[in-house]
């Protein structure tokens, strides 16, 4: 499996879909070797195998070849320190694994990753989202194993309707690669049909689910406001694809209804002057509050201390954070049109772009406790139910691998007939 | 088995509009006037207009012996008064063949039996104003909201002069006994109790075109067969009026089985009673309902309207204000108060089968429970602020007069 984010190196929800993933894996009894560009150490989970790009890189460094590659000035700790800024500086900013020299990482991961898949036994190959496409192509050459390219965003919910050419070639070329393609939602599902011409019948939708029971789930709340006074969350990077700027102009009309609401924006990125310019020009200053990127328990704290949360991502391919919040029994507004509207109910879902009723539903839940308990009670028994655990998902993948075998063999059979 | 007795439920109610927190206090109209009449035309055209005339014609064919009575909700006949008028005409035809008898109910097919004694006689009362004037009747039977009945009910019913009450035969009560009798109520002596037979009633209420059912499909021959080996005196179908052509579509067979049903039933020496004939006869014994009994879902309790905590909240509100409402003496004010008071309001609330995608979504205008509890509680706070803001003017024109009497016609069609 090759993966790019994984705990602790975490950008975004993809680090702990594959988290969850793996451990679902782990548990339907599939040995997983897990390839990241970043430094690891040993996995605590049984079965699990960590192999780092990253470890390779330093021992090859002492090669001119590879040496050559990264350019004359870079120690190998150098290296690893600016890569892990690299894949850190993804959580704060959301914006640099768009960085001058990701083509050159994906290059360099995908080079290694032929001789770890020469290495390595495996049955199948399976690549999550464009970033490790190219290894995992580069795996298949070696092996020759089926290809299972799994998408969790494509460049059309990142960056609207200017995807980046090569980073949409990347994309369209591992899914078409790929024996079979597992999106996230039937959303992304009809996204990926649409754009990058694959026949509907290649893609497979797997829902993600959120790991059972956590300590983090119930860990005590801050409570840096007074008593009364409620919380309206906002927790995402701070990007065009994660609408803060309707969170910041629904803020400005739910005051006018609950003069002592406090939001919160957790989270950072490209946006985030704009917007804090903007809660001064609405004089919400006093009112909302920043609190930069949050990681680990603290994402748990944040959703513990809030009433609500708020999603108005004008995309979501999927939107683990929902269930991480209800999870933590706190309601969310999630956007219509995403992956995880698809896999709720006890939920409220608006259009992003619909302040108004998100205005509307946010003041409903500050106004009527009543509201607040059933919603937060009913979600959290919807959120604990077994199809959104991560059993479910795991046995859905484990299909999706046992049919790409089957469909691979049948491939060298008829290489062979012919 | 010797006799079957039907009656139909027939009830639209006035649907609020997604009222927002925006709405509150700017004059904004409650009601979805528009998808209430689009819903009551679309019924009407698949239900109401096709089955009376087909009743209509059993009735004459079997020369009156074919009988069947109707509960027609004050909410209803008024929407017919104002968008449909050839649909109540073609119930007040019906009701003039003699075949035909109308219940009692509250106007407003609300819960007042459970929110508030005197609402609910005021609404009972104002429902048989408007049924003696516009069918010419007097009902003699009542039905209450949802076949919702409990022993304290009793002597209210009675007092009203009403002969009999429906409920629901639920294992619950009944234990041992069978609902094809005509039983007594514990507290009130004289008043009859008629209780619906559920698995025959459900047979074509709710099973009729389920075609993994045993029973599929459903024919009046096969169904008379069942009825007439059901032990007992009288067997009591009671169903929703859209089951036929709305709940079962025309497609499914519903209008044939009709069609063919009295003259099956009459085959095998079946007769069709009214339920005041019932409340004639010597009742078998006394039958006690402790705890509210309804017709709906498996609980056959208060459950789908007052299940949870939203509800229960909604319901109390409402209720708390209707002193308020009625010291204003506001007719337009007391009629949208007791609009609200329809059941359907609450039902939509309903969150016990939501996640799993339920059967309480017909008709149901909104997308999630929440939003149904949202709507209802805006609009709930907007009447507050009108009736405070009419008070006031009260006071100030009149000094502090209140005179909540007298106000019983209010709203009547």
């Known amino acids: 499996m090759f993966g790019w984010e994984f705990p602790p190196y975490q950008a975004g929800g993809l680090a702990t879909a594959t988290l969850g993933l793996v451990k679902g894996l782990l548990r339907q009894g599939i040995e997983v070797t897990l390839v990241v560009p970043f430094p690891v150490g040993h996995s605590e989970l049984i079965g699990l195998r960590l192999v780092s790009t990253a470890t390779r890189v330093t021992q090859l460094l002492r090669t001119r070849r590879v040496t050559a590659l990264l350019g004359p000035y870079m120690t190998a700790q150098e290296y690893t320190v600016t890569h892990a800024q690299m894949v850190q500086g993804a959580a704060t900013t959301g914006k640099s694994v768009y960085g001058r020299n990701i083509f050159e990482e994906v290059e360099r991961f995908a080079s290694i990753a032929a001789g770890i898949a020469r290495e390595e036994p495996h049955n199948v190959i399976h690549a999550h989202d464009w970033i490790t496409y190219a290894a995992a192509i580069e795996a298949q050459k070696i092996s020759g194993k089926p290809l299972v390219a799994h998408i969790h965003a494509t460049e059309y919910d990142r960056s609207g309707d200017h995807p980046n050419p090569e980073i949409y070639r990347r994309e369209r070329e591992g899914m078409h690669a790929a024996d079979i393609v597992i999106a996230n939602s039937h959303a992304l599902r009809r996204l990926v049909t649409r754009h990058y011409g694959l026949p509907s019948e290649k893609i497979e939708v797997v829902h993600w689910g959120i790991e059972e029971h956590r300590p983090e789930y119930h860990l005590e709340p801050p409570r840096p406001f007074k008593q009364d006074e409620p919380v309206v969350l906002f927790l995402g990077r701070v990007t065009r694809q994660k609408g803060p700027d309707y969170f910041i102009e629904m803020a400005r009309k739910v005051a006018d209804f609950v003069p002592d609401a406090r939001f919160v924006m957790a989270g950072s990125g490209d946006m985030l002057p704009q917007i804090i310019e903007r809660t001064a020009e609405l004089g919400l200053t006093e009112k909302v509050h920043f609190a930069g990127a949050v990681q680990g328990a603290d994402v748990f704290k944040m959703f513990r201390m809030a009433d609500v949360c708020v999603m108005p991502s004008v995309s979501e391919p999927f939107g683990l954070v929902a269930l991480e919040s209800l999870k933590s029994g706190t309601p969310v507004i999630i956007p219509k049109e995403s992956g995880v509207a698809e896999a709720l109910r006890n939920v409220f879902k608006v259009d992003f772009w619909d302040i108004d009723e998100m205005t509307n539903k946010v003041v409903g839940i500050l106004r009527h406790r009543e509201l607040y308990e059933e919603l937060r009670e009913r979600s959290l028994e919807e959120v604990s139910s077994p199809k959104l655990g991560l059993d479910e998902p795991a046995k859905r993948v484990k299909e999706v691998y046992e049919r790409a075998i089957e469909m691979a063999n049948d491939r060298i059979l008829q290489e062979v007939a012919s | ?413």
């Open chain 2, 1 to 413: 088995m010797k006799n079957i007795c039907m009656y139909f439920q027939v009830h639209q109610p006035y649907r609020l509009k997604r009222f927002r927190i925006f709405d509150i206090g700017n004059g904004t109209h409650y009601f979805d006037d528009e998808q209430n009449r689009a819903i009551l035309r679309k019924v009407a055209h698949k239900c109401y207009l096709p089955t009376n005339q087909l009743l209509l014609d059993l009735i004459k064919r079997t020369e009156g012996r074919f009988k069947v009575a109707f509960s027609l909700s004050g909410a209803l006949l008024k929407q017919l008064v104002a968008e449909a008028p050839e649909v109540l005409a073609s119930f007040q035809e019906l009701a003039a063949t003699g075949s035909v008898e109308i219940l009692g109910e509250t106007y407003y097919h609300s819960l007042s039996a459970i929110g508030h004694k005197d609402e609910f006689i005021e609404q009972v009362d104002l429902h048989r104003g408007t049924i003696e004037r516009l069918f010419g009747q007097r009902p003699r039977v009542f039905r209450n909201t949802e076949l919702i009945y409990f022993d304290e009910l009793a002597p209210l019913i009675a007092d009203m002069g009403f002969k009999a009450i429906l409920a629901e035969g639920a294992d619950k009560v009944l234990q041992w006994r069978s609902p094809n009798y005509v039983y007594e109520t514990t507290n009130a002596s004289g008043l009859k109790l008629l209780l619906r037979n559920y698995r025959l009633s459900d047979d074509v209420g709710f099973r009729f075109s389920e075609r993994n059912w045993e029973g599929w499909p459903v024919t009046a021959d096969k169904y008379v067969n069942w009825v007439a080996a059901s032990l007992g005196e009288t067997v009591n179908l009671f169903m929703d009026y859209e089951t036929f052509g709305e709940h079962q579509w025309a497609e499914t067979g519903i209008f044939d089985f009709l069609r063919h049903f009295p003259f099956e039933a009459e085959r095998r020496g079946l007769k069709f009673v009214n339920p005041s004939e019932l409340a004639g006869r010597t009742p078998t014994g006394t039958l006690s309902f402790p705890t509210p009994t309804s017709w709906a879902d498996v609980e056959r309790d208060l459950s789908a309207w007052l299940g949870n905590r939203l509800q229960n909240a909604a319901h109390e509100r409402l209720y708390k204000l209707r002193s308020a409402v009625m010291a204003t003496g506001d007719q337009d004010l007391i009629e949208r108060w007791r609009k609200l008071s329809t059941s359907d309001h609450f039902y939509y609330i309903c969150t016990k089968w939501f996640a799993d995608g339920d059967v309480h979504k017909y008709f149901n205008p909104y997308e999630t429970p929440y939003d149904a509890f949202m709507a209802f509680m805006n609009v709930m706070q907007d009447l507050e602020q009108r009736v405070e803001t009419r008070r006031g003017l009260v006071r100030e024109t009149v000094g502090t007069r209140q005179s909540p009497s007298g106000l019983a016609l209010v709203g009547a069609v």
